[in-house]
């Protein structure tokens, strides 16, 4: 399973866009990428997932380099809600198992 | 829905003892999961099932045990309890949707402290 690189913590403004970077760059062409985030102490929640191609959803968007060696999490007007630990996983297509890695701690500052 | 639901939220154990974590899900899932997270530390996979009657381990299998008799219930036991299992235990379902998406519903978790 290709294993993940993110930074341990980032601050951002509220209101501001917050970019979240992960480096995969041993990911296959089998790999997807998909991003959670744990808000305080509870589970972790889904946010975005993305295989080649930008995607976009109602949290997030996502944009992966077109080698897919990284790939960045957007949250185009972050909260103070928004503050949380996000994790960047590589999964195997049909596979079930996730690799979680220390994720980075997003702080967003009034 | 509930989605998924674990009992109990919190438990210590003294060294030596067992219990069983319950873990519950609504949503008609045949895939779940067992993971444990240590303090600042990312989540690490215990156990999970693709249906019933079907179990493999995960990363750190070691001093669990799990089974999967339904649909809906999963329970992870720990029989000879460690202060090592000190941790946040969280169970998660999901289905194996088309294109091979895989959205995992996590529970609450369960803080276990074992001395």
């Known amino acids: 399973d290709a294993k993940t690189t993110q930074p341990t913590s980032m601050d951002c403004a509220e209101g501001r866009a917050a970019n979240l970077p992960c480096n995969h760059s041993t990911i296959s062409g089998n790999e997807y990428v998909y991003w959670y985030r744990q808000i305080h102490s509870q589970g972790p929640q889904y946010i975005i997932h993305?295989?080649?191609n930008n995607e976009t959803n109602e949290m997030a968007s996502l944009i992966i380099t077109e080698d897919r060696k990284s790939s960045t999490l957007i949250l185009p007007h972050a909260t103070l809600r928004d503050t949380a630990v996000y994790y960047c996983i590589v999964r195997v297509i049909r596979t079930y198992k996730y690799i979680f890695g220390t994720g980075t701690r997003l702080k967003v500052l009034a | 829905n509930a989605g998924v639901t674990q009992t109990p939220k919190f438990r210590i154990l003294k060294i030596g003892q067992s219990m069983t974590l319950q873990c519950a899900q609504d949503?008609?899932?045949?895939?779940m999961y067992w993971y444990r997270q240590d303090p600042g530390m990312g989540l690490k996979l215990i156990y999970y099932?693709?249906?019933?009657?079907?179990?493999d381990k995960g990363e750190v299998p070691n001093g669990y045990n799990v089974s999967r008799s339904t649909t809906e219930d999963f329970p992870l036991r720990l029989e000879l309890a460690a202060p090592s299992q000190t941790s946040v235990y969280f169970c998660?379902?999901?289905?194996?949707?088309?294109?091979?998406?895989?959205?995992?519903?996590f529970g609450p978790g369960t803080r276990l402290t074992v001395l």
């Open positions: 949503m008609n899932h045949n895939y």
């Open positions: 099932s693709v249906g019933a009657g079907i179990t």
């Open positions: 993305g295989l080649k």
């Open positions: 998660a379902s999901s289905p194996m949707e088309a294109g091979g998406h895989n959205e995992q519903f």
